[in-house]
């Protein structure tokens, strides 16, 4: 009987610690180094989480590698982000044929309309990180899709963050012409010994493929 407490002990700590991993990675960067000798595309490909695997297939999919390596700052969606997108196609493609239908995976890698602007709406080639860049204000870029975008820094009254400090706390914002607003949950991560990308990680609500110019949202 002590031996079966025991190992119900061990493994409800596994569980626990596993979950908040988790949930580390999913609100905030906190379980991530601010700076990697790895590129970007190493970086996400390698994540513990396997948070950006389905990115990584669109990416080679599209040849995108050396691109988005050269670029100044990359916000990458994640897993969640493009299966909301997965989701909204389905809905589409539904009350499109009128029967009951799925936009998968595949399907989008096999969708002509898949092209580089994809990817590339979420790259810029200037640096910018959230400490040391972004302003309250925002600034606005073009995309190496072409959408204009703007960047801010948005301070959060969310009291949790205020537990241990008086300072401001901010977010990253990642938005098209002020209308789609995306916050960053993973922030300022530079690659290559700081010669990289910065690399920014969007939040799990995102939907995929929404900052480019035909985009509406």
Do not use: W
Not at 44 to 66: A, E, G, P, Q
Not at 126 to 135: F, P, R, V, Y
Not at 141 to 153: F, H
């Amino acid at each position: 009987m002590n031996k079966i407490l025991k190992y119900s002990i061990i493994l409800l700590m596994v569980v626990f610690a596993f979950n908040a991993c988790q949930d580390d990675y999913l609100t905030d960067g906190g379980v991530c180094e601010s700076e990697t000798s790895l590129t970007v595309y190493d970086y996400l490909n390698t994540n513990r989480y396997h948070m950006f695997d389905s990115l990584i297939v669109i990416i080679d999919s599209l040849k995108l590698k050396d691109t988005i390596n050269s670029t100044g700052t990359f916000f990458a969606p994640n897993d969640y982000n493009i299966k909301l997108y997965l989701d909204v196609k389905t809905t589409e493609l539904k009350a499109l044929v009128g029967i009951d239908t799925v936009y998968s995976f595949n399907s989008l890698l096999k969708d002509p309309a898949l092209a580089s602007d994809f990817i590339l709406q979420y790259a810029l080639k200037d640096k910018i990180t959230l400490q040391d860049d972004a302003t309250i204000a925002g600034i606005e870029y073009t995309n190496l899709a072409g959408s204009v975008i703007t960047v801010k820094k948005i301070k959060t009254d969310d009291e949790a963050y205020y537990q241990y400090t008086d300072d401001p706390v901010y977010f990253l914002y990642y938005c098209k012409e002020g209308k789609e607003k995306e916050r960053c949950q993973t922030t300022d991560i530079v690659t290559q010994n700081g010669n990289g990308t910065v690399l920014h990680a969007l939040n799990n609500g995102h939907i995929f493929n929404r900052f480019t110019v035909e985009s509406g949202d």
